[in-house]
């Protein structure tokens, strides 16, 4: 057992550094649509761009250069529709009516409860006894996000907006959960390109982007100080902020079980608030780097705990 511990750390090790790069590369995400935003685009129109472009990026390359990958028996479909719809349009378009009913800080906390049902699940569904250091992690993390999103600066309360940021947590942990189990059977590249395809068309159905005005895309977008055309923001948000964090995020889901994984997302809004800071001016304060020290502590206390639940392994 020994042996089989010491073999799985360096596994376990480079799956954590691909989930983080994974939410750092999400996280990118947040500052470039706004930009994008800026130049008079709507959330829904740089939601449903953004999908369908990386739909469009990378479903060809992976017919050309690993065709095996997208062979699916017709058992899997059920597994592609559900990480096409709750993992990439489900999370996007709920975690949206969420923020245009709420402030952003309340849906991001709500959104970001991902861990702790993914965490319930493997209690209940699974039966597997998860240790009290993680439901600990778990707690500061989302403490330590509320501070960071300072969601007390806004009282405004909807019910409407409050259950949209719920169907987004739970998007979110269908993304974990069903990531999980497809990363342990099916090459990352071909559940990518079938995941965002199937979630490019319920996005592109909710906003079609053939409706938007033509010179919206050549309209003028400022990040960072640099002014850029807002299709090459939309490109790089695509590719950068899409393609290759879904990638990362679900080549980890080999070796890096769902409920560590879903904390370790909690990191994306921590680097996004910095990434608004030195890119848009978003100063960040005492109370919010301090809820960022909590988040931090709150993660790594996680990853410490050493989860006994194995990442699941294909079946013969």
Request: with cysteine; proline share 6%.
């Amino acid at each position: 057992m020994a042996v089989l511990e010491t073999a799985r750390a360096p596994g376990r090790a480079w799956a954590t550094a691909l989930s983080l790069t994974s939410w750092v590369l999400f996280a990118s995400s947040g500052p470039l649509a706004k930009a994008v935003m800026t130049a008079g685009w709507s959330p829904a129109a740089v939601t449903s761009v953004r999908i369908s472009l990386a739909a469009v990026l990378l479903a060809p390359v992976v017919a050309v250069l690993r065709p095996q990958a997208l062979r699916f028996r017709r058992a899997d479909l059920w597994l592609l529709l559900s990480y096409g719809l709750l993992g990439v349009a489900g999370v996007q378009l709920f975690f949206f009516l969420a923020v245009a009913r709420v402030p952003v800080g309340v849906a991001m906390v709500l959104v970001n409860l991902a861990p702790a049902l993914v965490a319930l699940w493997v209690r209940v569904v699974r039966r597997t006894r998860l240790p009290g250091l993680v439901w600990l992690g778990i707690g500061l993390a989302v403490a330590g996000l509320a501070l960071v999103a300072e969601i007390w600066q806004d009282a405004r309360l909807d019910l409407l907006g409050v259950a949209a940021g719920l169907a987004a947590a739970i998007c979110s942990a269908g993304y974990f959960l069903l990531g999980e189990h497809g990363a342990s059977r099916h090459d990352s590249f071909g559940l990518t390109a079938a995941g965002l395809a199937i979630g490019a068309v319920v996005v592109v159905a909710v906003s079609p982007p053939w409706t938007l005005p033509a010179d919206l895309l050549t309209a003028s977008s400022a990040l960072g100080g640099l002014q850029a055309p807002v299709w090459l923001v939309l490109l790089v948000l695509a590719v950068v902020g899409t393609v290759l964090p879904y990638l990362a995020g679900l080549r980890a889901l080999r070796d890096l079980p769902s409920a560590p994984a879903s904390v370790l997302a909690l990191v994306e809004p921590l680097v996004a608030a910095v990434l608004a800071w030195l890119l848009l001016g978003q100063a960040l304060g005492l109370t919010q780097l301090a809820g960022a020290v909590m988040l931090l502590t709150g993660a790594v206390l996680v990853q410490l705990a050493g989860l006994a639940e194995p990442p699941l392994r294909p079946r013969g």
